[in-house]
């Protein structure tokens, strides 16, 4: 996937959700995009479903997740192993 340069789609507004990256002109936040594509939902779908959103709109909501993701600061932290836990 190549990530688009221009992220001119994507707002931050403080007022508006938390401050979560939304689509310009709309209240429909990356993470619920990214909710949607996890429940099995299309472009095509999420398209359909949102009429208002354009193919551009969903491809740099992606940028934006990669781009997040590159730029992510990783913490050591221990990790508990659920599958091994005894105390439940």
Known sequence: MTVTKSLDRIVIDPSSLSGKPCIRGTRISVEFLLELFAS????????????Q?????????????????RNETIWDVPVKSVANDDSN
Request: charged share 30%; hydrophobic share 40%.
């Open 40 to 51: 099995g939902a299309s472009k095509e779908d999420i398209l359909r479903a949102y009429p």
């Open 53 to 69: 959103l354009e193919p551009e709109d969903i491809e740099q909501a992606l940028s934006y997740v990669v781009f997040s993701i």
